[in-house]
């Protein structure tokens, strides 16, 4: 048997207070409900609140938890029972009456109300376990496996599992080892680029003694994206581990956590997790009661997107302009107030504890060789089931969308997957069997970016897309660089002139043209990356470009200005005006013979008359090119 | 003294103290390399035009000549067919941008513009883009100079030279993205603003924006 070092020893007291604690608890009813900041939105504080209230009144010997985010948002607010004698049970979709009722007939009566239940947490003879379903057969949990399990402002949930044993068991041997481990996992950085995390930490080390820094970046500006988020919301301490593991191996004694201005929930729950830590010894000074010292603390990001970019980030938080600086020197040479500096996403850092506990090897078991471990995407846009996910990398987009997110919503068809946030690229359905990793993403023309994956369905136009992503883009370009500053809004231009019916057939080719220019010559990955939705929906729906150029029509009948809408008189019904209502400018007027008709002076295309319109006539039609108008109107009344 | 290694450019064999960045070389050797926001006082680049591209032997991809340190061997091409259409796009990009009429610039005689349109037979139109319009604002406020913002490429040499030179800090980027712009704290006319009319960012200034009244 290995001896115990004092550092083990001391982690050992830790787990068995906490662990005795939980234990404690265990005799109890256990109600986890999701409070991150989606289940929030979704309005979990009422169900909370709700599950107290009706605890009480009942007398019930039960408590109820706050934990973070399970990953299935879609059917939040979410709650897991656990009630001893009965498997641990998730219920979704939870409302006050819902909650009532669960408490009257599970928690008083023990019927666990399989009907209302979505899942099992634990194996079972009555009720299907997360592994029954498609999702639970590729989801493979690493960053996110205590993610909704736990409660982030405890952080003896977190120790009770095994939470900051990699501290103990890293400070019980040389911060070269870790280094190794780290080097040898062969994990590579989850902010977008994928650059190896081990020769970065190694480049920090090499570059000589003294001050050095930590830094994790959660910044996370793309839109749709939410992973970093979630993970500070409901695991903060598995990051914190991960930053003193970084801190341990390359001598840092300070680090920072970049969060975002407008993630105010993930900061407090940071902040706390950083105060339980020092109060336990496993943060500030003689960590462990070894001779390593690491003070983490959270520095509030300013808000532009381009601060996510590292040089810039870094000139933030030295009080400059958050504008991206020219390489060399990278930032692990000279970085924050001209240190040696380590700057990773929340992920990256999240995978370190997992790879020191369970090796380097069980971690290259997973996803693919040069790519191994999981990705994290939210899942979002068109797709039936929304949410945060992690399955191992090499699963490929298909088995993503189809399996874990179970498909495009309503039935629409599937248009495009478009991955990797603002910058990323549109991947039609040909393309969606590639296999996730960064390698196969940037190949096909997207990028892993930071995880963001929006399903695009048949109502959505590829043109309009691109100007979308193209918009944000330029407007959070930081102005410095020629061809980010000036191409971005010459490509803007050109993208809206053509969704609104004035492109030339010439367009495409200058379009083409500068978004590889831009791509090429850009200081930084803002301005590099930019072009990318521009440049795969031109390379996999040139068709679409080409038609609202040459016929002046959006195929997927969303650009407004290409469309006209339009009141079928044969599925009209005299008998409904629901729409002349719903118009708000008075638009829709009865004709002579009682149907309904849309005079387009009057029209802002506001899609109110198609939205009320009953579906038993489904009577408003949009048309494009809007010259079709004449043809239907030329056989008015027939 | 640094150490000295030996470089190519071009074909040409040339010796130069290690680190130095090649933008510096080459221009020392008399070789031609087309920039707008070097300067070599300057601790760290500002990379910010994107028109000193040059071949590096070995990378598929152009690199910025004002940031690549010379090390021992090192083997550029000033021109290649990659490095031609960034510059060609990088300068069409500052002319849609740029208020055009050379025949009444005050500084036609020294502007790096047509320098760079000569040097590389570049043309003084737009061929492909749609000018960007902005209102023509003239600055005249001081005694002897004046600041034409719709002539400005945004090189940032005045800039560098009021804070690190002349340590007066009146002139500054302003604006993000498509309107950043050089200009004063508040807006303020240079007259109104700390600028104590020391007249040094004038020769700097590659273009039209910056120049003394006399030469008009
Ligand atoms: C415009 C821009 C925004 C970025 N935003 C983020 C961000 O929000 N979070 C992040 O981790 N990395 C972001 N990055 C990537 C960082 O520059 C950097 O590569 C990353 O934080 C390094 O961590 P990693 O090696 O763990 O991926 C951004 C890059 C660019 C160019
Ligand atoms: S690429 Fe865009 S964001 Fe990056 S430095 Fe250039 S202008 Fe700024
Ligand atoms: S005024 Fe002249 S020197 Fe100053 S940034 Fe503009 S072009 Fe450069
Ligand atoms: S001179 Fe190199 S980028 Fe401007």
Known sequence: MTVETPYQERYRKLKDSAAAGEEALSRQAVIQVGMATCGIAAGAVPVKEAFVRFIEEKNIDARVMEVGCMGHCYAEPLAIISKPGFPALCYGYLDEDLVERLVEDYLLNDDPCYEFALVALEPNDVFPTLSDFPRGVHEKKIVLEHCGFIDPGEIDHY??????????????????????????????????????????????????????????????????????????????????????????????????????????????????????????????????????????????????????????????????????????????????RGRPTVLNNVKTFAYIPPIINRGVDWFRSIGTEKNPGTAVFSLVGKVAHTGLVEVPMGTTLRELIYDVGEGVANDKAFKAAQIGGPSGGCLPEAAIDIPIDFDSLQEAGAIMGSGGLVVLDEDDCMVAIARYFLEFTQQESCGKCTFCRLGTKHMLDLLTAITEGRGEPEDLEVLERLAWEVKEGSLCNLGATAPNPILTTLRYFRDEYEAHINEKRCPALMCSELIVYYIEPSKCSKLCSVCVGSCPTEAIYTRDDGLKAIDQDKCTKCDNCLKTCPPDYNAVIKLSPPGLLAEKEGGKGA | MSKQVSISIDGRTITAPEGEKLLWVALENGIYIPNLCAMKEKSHPSGSCRLCYVQVEGRAEPVTSCTLPVTEGLSVQTRSPQVDRLVKSAFELLLSNHRLGCGRCPRRKTCELLKMAKERGLKMKLFHLEPLEWPVEIDDSPKTFAFDRSRCLLCGRCVWICQEVAKVGALGFTGRGIDRRVGTFQELSLAESPCTECGLCIDPCPSGALYFKESK
């Open chain 1, 159 to 336: 120790i009770s599992r095994g939470g900051y044993s990699a501290l103990a068991e890293a400070l019980s041997g040389t911060p070269a080892t870790v280094l190794e481990q780290v080097k040898e996992s062969h994990l590579r950085g989850r902010g977008g680029a994928g650059f190896p995390a081990g020769l970065k930490w190694e480049a920090a080390v090499q570059a000589g003694g003294g001050t050095k820094y930590v830094i994790c970046n959660a910044d996370e500006g793309d839109p749709g994206a939410f992973m970093d988020r979630s993970i500070l919301e409901s695991c903060p301490h598995q990051v914190i581990e991960g930053m003193l593991l970084c801190a341990y191996a390359i001598g840092a004694e300070k680090g920072y956590l970049y969060i975002r201005a407008e993630y105010p929930l993930a900061v407090k729950r940071v902040r706390l997790a950083l105060e339980q830590a020092r109060e336990k010894g496993l943060l500030g000074s003689s960590i462990l009661g070894s001779s390593f010292n690491c003070d983490l603390e959270v520095f509030r990001g300013s808000g532009a997107f381009v601060c996510g970019e590292s040089s810039a980030l870094v000139r933030s938080m030295e009080g400059k302009m958050g504008i991206p600086a020219t390489r060399p020197p990278r930032l692990a040479q000279s970085g924050f």
